[in-house]
């Protein structure tokens, strides 16, 4: 099974400087023929469901600011923050879902304001 | 598009419980459905998938042979059958839809339901 492991496990930003996490997968999960990997990013805030942010590894939902991205491809990716807002303090997961499952997710990287 | 989770409680261990998820708002026979668990204090974790017509079923290893997942189209209904719970299974477990395809990440969520086993 394919094994997602996210960094750091916490960070603090300032309010309006950029955050940064980064997820890295056991194998590649990149498929090579559509050249698209298999990896989404979601936001979950307390008390809420989880909300999908990104997905093959850097298409922004609809309604998802611009401030948030997606990046990387085969093992290596990060989402970035641009500009942190205060409603953007969440714990933030990355998941994988390359051909059959399990579709692993990555333990959480929870974001707070410095 | 609206889930809505329901038929969680406490539950002694080795006891069963079956978990039901509402779907509205979308053509819920068109898409594959997930189920994902949250323990306390802890991440996110994939638990169960099940294709539109409900013939590929696939779970996470700790639940394989416990839990079963089904649906019924005609009543826009997801379940999870848990049977031999353990402490380990203590989570709020949220039925999420996905997309046509089996590798399509969770793109509606519902609000969760909490289960607890302990004695």
């Known amino acids: 099974d394919i094994v997602m492991t996210q960094s750091p496990d916490a960070l603090a930003v300032s309010l309006g400087e950029r955050a940064t996490i980064n997820c890295k997968s056991s194998?590649?999960?990149?498929?090579?023929?559509?050249?698209?990997?298999?990896l989404a990013w979601y936001q979950h805030k307390p008390g809420q469901p989880p909300k999908l942010l990104i997905n093959?590894?850097?298409i922004r939902e609809s309604g998802v600011p611009d401030r948030f991205s997606g990046s990387g491809s085969g093992t290596d990716f990060t989402l970035t923050i641009s500009s942190l807002q205060a409603e953007d303090v969440a714990v933030y997961y990355c998941?994988?879902?390359?051909?059959?499952?399990?579709?692993?997710f990555g333990q959480g990287t929870k974001v707070d304001i410095k | 598009v609206q889930l809505v989770e329901s038929g969680g409680g406490l539950v002694q261990p080795g006891g069963s419980l079956r978990l039901s998820c509402a779907a509205s708002?979308?053509?819920?026979?068109?898409?594959?459905m997930s189920w994902v668990r949250q323990s306390p204090g802890k991440g996110l974790e994939w638990v169960a998938n099940i294709k539109q017509d409900g013939t590929e079923e696939y779970y996470v290893d700790s639940v394989k042979g416990r839990f079963t997942i089904s649906r019924d189209n005609a009543k826009n209904s997801l379940f999870l059958q848990m049977n031999s719970l353990r402490g380990e299974d203590t989570a709020v477990y949220f039925c999420?839809?996905?997309?046509?395809?089996?590798?399509?990440?969770?793109?509606?969520w519902g609000q969760g339901t909490l289960v607890t086993v302990s004695s």
């Open positions: 194998q590649s999960i990149l498929y090579s023929s559509i050249n698209r990997s298999y």
């Open positions: 999420a839809s996905q997309g046509g395809v089996v590798n399509t990440p969770c793109d509606y």
């Open positions: 093959w590894a850097s």
């Open positions: 998941q994988q879902y390359y051909k059959t499952p399990p579709y692993s």
């Open positions: 708002g979308f053509t819920f026979s068109g898409y594959w």
